[in-house]
């Protein structure tokens, strides 16, 4: 059992932004938050806590509430199965579908022909790649399977990838003189990397050669193939996705044919790349290479890359706990410009906001704090999950803490704003902490939360983020007042710079991306938040992450609005080019107008959500 939290550690703090409403829900349109606000109203969870463990009847009814709503929701796989019944029909179900894909989070399911699992050499891939054009099938790798989209989905073979890690130096020999000038003058050592390699297998061979990756986003669990072709990115204005480390693509297209690809001035030698490599052939074109990183996977599969990778570095991180109001005058100027990372997270229902920097640390600032991080700052959001309650939840839904305290959150809909004042506040630090940038970047105990997230990146120009941002928190804050439905996360910005690749969500200029996490508690629910996101996301020219949840109208006409029309033109015309069968297509990439041989008018279809 769990410590009972102090009520002075969660104690949060006035705050001039917005006062949330509190009515009592209507008993005829939810009758379980009726039931829930009859037993506890207050804006303080320890109340509920408090009174769980005070009262054998309400305890009772606690969890009997969130159990039938969950149930009413039909959102959880497990229900309560005091007999092991269930469970029993649902594992022997499982084990009849055991061709189905699934992602992690496991809100996208799809039946391919068949699942490879076994593709552990280039030989291999190689093969597959022929026989699936010549039979006419389709084909997608799926690397670590994160992807809270259907970007992996296919009817023909899925590849799983992850038996092709590895990283090692990059033979000189293969370079330029100019690449190896270059390389020598910046401090720059390349790695070849084969594509499902993650980056925390990455990290760990290079901090044995003292070398790191140029930025990290919060986790490290992805593939580089997978999060890079995906745009996937960390913080920074001037710092490009994590696809601008990769610098030459071997890329395997449809019918086995086998491509190096590099932008015009790539670092191959070609005369010792064509006399040692008769099969491969190399293209060095930027208009090639910007479609062949950010893809999803529409060119074919990816077999290897090499990156750049520079001397290992530590980071100093600060942060501060201030309010929206108070960050957004001054945010571009005194944080985003002035910092090798800056974000801020915003709580959209109290306006609190956690300002995160970061640079470079200095020798001093090294023996000063040392490596300072420490699990520490994390505590009070554990001991949230470790509570008696929660922890009760958990083990009748068959379910992590994490989503047994979403659950919680979904039936007292009047916690939350409190709820996410406490998850920010547990990520606050007085002092500055320092260690190696893999330490710092990787968010910990948030991604431990079964979440799902929508994120949808802004141009900065005229304040263009800023007026998505007031935009979004108005929108969460009128559909909780009017529908009782709630973001149960704090929300972030972060910046990033501008990529050349087509697709990338921060293509042609540097762009501000906001996502909107929730707690993945009901499979109906967090559409309903999402929506009027969507809607705004148009409004404001919002591009859409490719490797997080998209809506329904994330397609040809969305992307025409959003996208420069030349890239987008350029790209269809690499798609025609490597894969003029449609051997990659998949429903998506119909749905988004990236087919070979594609009308350059983009389909129109309906945008409702
Ligand atoms: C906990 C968590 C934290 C996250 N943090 C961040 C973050 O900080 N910043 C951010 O920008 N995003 C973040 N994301 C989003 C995440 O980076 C993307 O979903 C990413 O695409 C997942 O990588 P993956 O290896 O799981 O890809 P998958 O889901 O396996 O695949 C994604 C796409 O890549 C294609 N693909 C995979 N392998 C290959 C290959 N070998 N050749 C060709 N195509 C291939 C697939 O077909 C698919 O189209 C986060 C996601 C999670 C779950």
Not at 77 to 92: A, H, M, V, W, Y
Request: glycine share 6%; with cysteine.
């Amino acid at each position: 059992m769990g410590a009972r939290p102090s009520k002075a550690r969660y104690q949060t703090r006035n705050t001039t932004a917005v006062a949330v409403k509190q009515e009592p829900p209507s008993p005829v349109e939810h009758p379980y938050h009726y039931e829930a606000y009859k037993i506890c109203s207050s804006k303080d969870i320890l109340d509920l806590f408090k009174l769980y463990e005070e009262d054998p009847n309400i305890s009772k009814k606690q969890v009997l509430l969130v159990v039938a709503l969950d149930q009413s929701n039909n959102s959880i796989r497990r229900s309560f199965d005091p007999t092991g019944l269930i469970r029993k029909i649902i594992e022997e179900k499982e084990r009849q579908k055991k061709d189905i894909a699934q992602n992690h989070l496991q809100n996208v399911e799809f039946t391919p022909a068949f699942i490879r699992h076994d593709i552990a050499t280039l030989d291999q891939l190689v093969n597959l790649m022929a026989t699936a054009e010549k039979e006419g099938s389709h084909i997608k790798a799926v690397g670590s399977f994160y992807a809270f989209g259907n970007v992996c989905e296919t009817d023909g073979i899925l590849v799983k990838t992850d038996l092709l890690s590895q990283c090692t130096q990059t033979d000189l020999s293969r370079l330029t003189e100019h690449a190896k000038a270059d390389a020598e003058k910046n401090d720059i050592v390349y790695f070849e990397v084969l594509s499902g390699t993650t980056f925390a297998d990455i990290i760990k061979v290079l901090n044995k050669h003292n070398r790191a990756l140029i930025n990290l986003g919060g986790f490290t669990g992805q593939s580089i193939a997978g999060a890079t072709s995906t745009s996937t990115h960390g913080s920074g204005i001037n710092i490009p996705p994590l696809s601008s480390m990769i610098v030459s693509v071997h890329l395997i297209a449809p019918g086995g044919h086998q491509y190096r690809i590099e932008p015009s001035n790539g670092i191959t030698n070609p005369t010792a790349f064509r006399s040692a490599n008769t099969n491969v052939t190399l293209i060095q074109d930027s208009e090639v290479f910007s479609a062949s990183v950010v893809s999803i996977g529409s060119l074919g599969i990816s077999y290897s890359f090499t990156i750049i990778t520079i001397p290992i570095y530590s980071l100093i991180e600060t942060r501060e706990m201030l309010t929206w109001e108070t960050v957004k005058p001054t945010m571009m100027t005194e944080i985003v410009e002035k910092h090798r990372n800056g974000e801020i997270w915003v709580n959209p229902y109290t306006g609190e906001a956690l300002v995160t920097k970061r640079d470079i640390a200095t020798k001093e600032e090294i023996d000063k704090y040392g490596n300072t991080i420490s699990i520490q700052t994390r505590k009070d959001l554990g001991s949230f999950l470790e509570h008696p309650l929660v922890k009760s939840l958990a083990e009748q839904l068959g379910t992590a803490v994490g989503t047994a305290l979403g659950n919680l959150m979904h039936l007292f809909p009047h916690y939350i704003p409190q709820l996410i004042d406490t998850a920010l506040k547990s990520q606050y630090h007085k002092t500055p902490i320092v260690d190696t940038y893999d330490n710092i970047y990787p968010v910990g105990i948030v991604n431990d939360f079964p979440a799902i997230s929508i994120e949808i990146s802004y141009s900065i120009k005229d304040d263009n983020h800023i007026l998505a941002t007031e935009s979004a928190i108005k929108r969460l804050q009128q559909l909780r007042d009017t529908k009782k439905l709630s973001l149960t996360s704090f929300f972030s910005l972060r910046f990033v710079a501008a990529s050349d690749q087509y697709l990338s969500m921060s293509y042609g200029e540097p762009r501000c991306a906001i996502e909107f996490p929730i707690l993945y508690t009901d499979g109906h629910y967090f559409p309903e938040v999402y929506k009027p996101l969507i809607e705004d996301a148009l409004r404001f020219g919002g591009r859409v992450h490719l490797g997080q949840w998209q809506p329904p109208s994330f397609n040809s006409h969305y992307l025409s609005q959003v996208y420069p029309d030349g890239g987008l033109t350029a790209f269809r015309n690499q798609i025609t080019k490597f894969d003029p069968k449609g051997t990659m297509t998949n429903t998506l990439l119909r749905q988004l107008g990236l087919v070979p041989n594609s009308p350059l008018e983009p389909v129109v279809r309906d945008l409702a959500f």
